[in-house]
């Protein structure tokens, strides 16, 4: 409920400088909460201690909403900060872990936003203390909503993602045009270009 509430307010954030999301309202957090939580534990041939956290999603592409800093990005790029006061300071600083990373992957009917925290041996016998800090923080992202930090943030992907586009390299020619035309089709006409 915390990631969806995240959502919600990353979306009501980009909704002040536009038209109404597509997505605001929408109870992200309900669409399978019969289903969820689920918990599997591996045990690997080779040493390793990774606890990661799945969170299916409404459609990364009806998510759009400004092509420079789309909510999952913008949700994942918090969550794997490493600065001051983020996910990660927290966990290091009560040894619980190593590093923290987090990304979305977007198909056309749903995504899933991932967290992936690397475990120290102490944060592998207090996996339950680690998830209980993952979701304070989202919980505190949410709450937070459209707070000067958060609309730092969202500044921040906006510019990296203009320097990208601005300076990406280009494909062959008919691979660019397959590219393109496949936006047309999720994209408005001024979007397309820049829009995936």
Same mark, same amino acid.
């Given at each position: 409920? /915390?990631?969806? *509430? $995240? ?28 289903? $969820? ?10 040493? *390793? ?10 459609? *990364?592409?009806?998510?759009? !909403? ?5 909510? $999952?990005? +913008? ?12 996910? +990660? ?7 619980? =872990? ?8 977007? @198909?056309?009917?749903? =995504? ?24 304070? +923080?989202?919980?505190?992202? /949410? ?11 969202? =500044?921040? @992907?906006?510019?990296? !993602? ?24 999720? +994209?408005?006409?001024?979007?397309? $270009?820049?829009?995936?």
């Amino acid at each position: 409920a /915390a990631a969806a *509430r $995240l959502v919600q307010s990353a979306a009501e954030m980009a909704e002040a400088e536009g038209p109404p999301h597509p997505w605001a309202g929408c109870g992200a957090g309900e669409l399978v909460a019969s289903q $969820l939580p689920f918990e599997l534990r591996v045990v690997p041939i080779k040493e *390793r201690r990774t606890c990661r956290l799945a969170f299916p999603l409404p459609s *990364r592409l009806s998510q759009h !909403r400004d092509s420079r800093a789309p909510v $999952l990005d +913008y949700v994942t790029h918090l969550l794997a900060h490493e600065g001051e006061g983020s996910l +990660y300071a927290c966990l290091q600083a009560e040894g619980l =872990a190593t590093a923290v990373s987090a990304g979305a992957e977007g @198909l056309r009917d749903f =995504a899933i936003a991932q967290v992936r925290i690397d475990l120290t041996p102490l944060g592998e016998e207090r996996v339950e203390v680690v998830l209980c800090r993952v979701f304070e +923080y989202l919980a505190m992202l /949410a709450e937070e909503g459209a707070g000067a930090a958060a609309r730092e943030a969202w =500044a921040e @992907l906006a510019m990296e !993602r203009a320097l990208r586009w601005r300076f990406a390299e280009r494909g062959d020619a008919a691979a660019e045009a397959r590219s393109w035309a496949a936006r047309m089709h999720v +994209y408005s006409p001024q979007l397309a $270009l820049s829009g995936g």
